[in-house]
């Protein structure tokens, strides 16, 4: 007999399992409904190191970033991105343990000949986490983390609040967080480092977080999120 399945049944008597995408009721030994699993709009390979699209969907033209590369298991869309808002408002750790596998997928994949020494995320301000009560991008670092046997740094900060990024322009998004990040961890010096968060629209913030590691001596640093925005030719987006 199969205990954790009867275990996860049980409990399902008195808790029942939500998807992770939509909220609704499923089987406990299901992460996600099957309208949901049908929406995911996967990235498959192989990928543009620059901005982590699918090559054939990729119109970057190169264009490169502090980070030395992005990578993410969807694109935000449909059921992905559901599930991201859903983990910015609750700390839902069924969440957490879902992306993180898909996540440890796409780095294992990408990532397989690079030399990683530990894993850091973007922050929140204290105050913000505070109110938040977590910080999903940490979480998730630290998931990841456990997943591919290597230490997590709390090694950023994020000193100022800044308005939502996605309450912004393309254009704008790089000077709303210039100069807000900086380092508080001195053993990044000389790591390639794996940067972790949620979702990426423009790379604004995962390039300024990149870019205050290496001025403080990280010697390469990897980025990976859940999604990716896609990029619409016609207004140039792709945080």
Not at 93 to 121: K, N, Q, W
Not at 129 to 145: K, V
């Given at each position: 007999m199969n205990w954790k399945r009867v275990r996860r049944c049980f409990l399902a008597i008195f808790l029942p399992k939500r998807c992770i995408f939509c909220d609704t009721v499923i089987p406990p030994w299901h992460q996600s409904c099957e309208p949901c699993a049908r929406q995911l709009s996967f990235i498959r390979p192989p990928l543009c190191p620059y901005c982590g699209h699918y090559k054939k969907h990729c119109d970057c033209g190169n264009r490169r970033s502090a980070f030395d590369k992005v990578a993410a298991p969807f694109y935000y869309e449909a059921a992905a991105r559901s599930g991201v808002l859903r983990?910015?408002?609750?700390?839902?750790?069924?969440?957490?343990?879902?992306?993180?596998?898909?996540?440890?997928?796409?780095?294992?994949?990408?990532?397989?000949?690079?030399?990683?020494?530990?894993?850091v995320y973007v922050p929140m301000t204290r105050r913000a986490e505070r109110q938040r009560e977590y910080n999903q991008g940490r979480l998730l670092a630290e998931a990841l983390g456990e997943r591919l046997s290597l230490p997590v740094y709390a090694a950023l900060a994020k000193i100022y609040e800044t308005p939502p990024q996605k309450a912004l322009d393309f254009h704008a998004r790089s000077g709303n967080v210039l100069g807000v990040f900086d380092v508080i961890d001195p053993a990044v010096r000389g790591k390639t480092l794996l940067l972790v968060d949620d979702v990426m629209t423009t790379g604004a913030t995962l390039s300024e977080c990149a870019k205050m590691l290496k001025i403080y001596g990280a010697k390469r640093v990897l980025a990976v999120t859940i999604a990716v925005h896609k990029r619409k030719k016609e207004t140039d987006e792709v945080k």
């Amino acid at each position: 007999m199969n205990w954790k399945r009867v275990r996860r049944c049980f409990l399902a008597i008195f808790l029942p399992k939500r998807c992770i995408f939509c909220d609704t009721v499923i089987p406990p030994w299901h992460q996600s409904c099957e309208p949901c699993a049908r929406q995911l709009s996967f990235i498959r390979p192989p990928l543009c190191p620059y901005c982590g699209h699918y090559k054939k969907h990729c119109d970057c033209g190169n264009r490169r970033s502090a980070f030395d590369k992005v990578a993410a298991p969807f694109y935000y869309e449909a059921a992905a991105r559901s599930g991201v808002l859903r983990l910015k408002r609750h700390d839902d750790p069924d969440a957490i343990a879902c992306f993180a596998d898909h996540m440890h997928t796409v780095v294992c994949r990408e990532y397989g000949d690079e030399s990683i020494d530990g894993l850091v995320y973007v922050p929140m301000t204290r105050r913000a986490e505070r109110q938040r009560e977590y910080n999903q991008g940490r979480l998730l670092a630290e998931a990841l983390g456990e997943r591919l046997s290597l230490p997590v740094y709390a090694a950023l900060a994020k000193i100022y609040e800044t308005p939502p990024q996605k309450a912004l322009d393309f254009h704008a998004r790089s000077g709303n967080v210039l100069g807000v990040f900086d380092v508080i961890d001195p053993a990044v010096r000389g790591k390639t480092l794996l940067l972790v968060d949620d979702v990426m629209t423009t790379g604004a913030t995962l390039s300024e977080c990149a870019k205050m590691l290496k001025i403080y001596g990280a010697k390469r640093v990897l980025a990976v999120t859940i999604a990716v925005h896609k990029r619409k030719k016609e207004t140039d987006e792709v945080k």
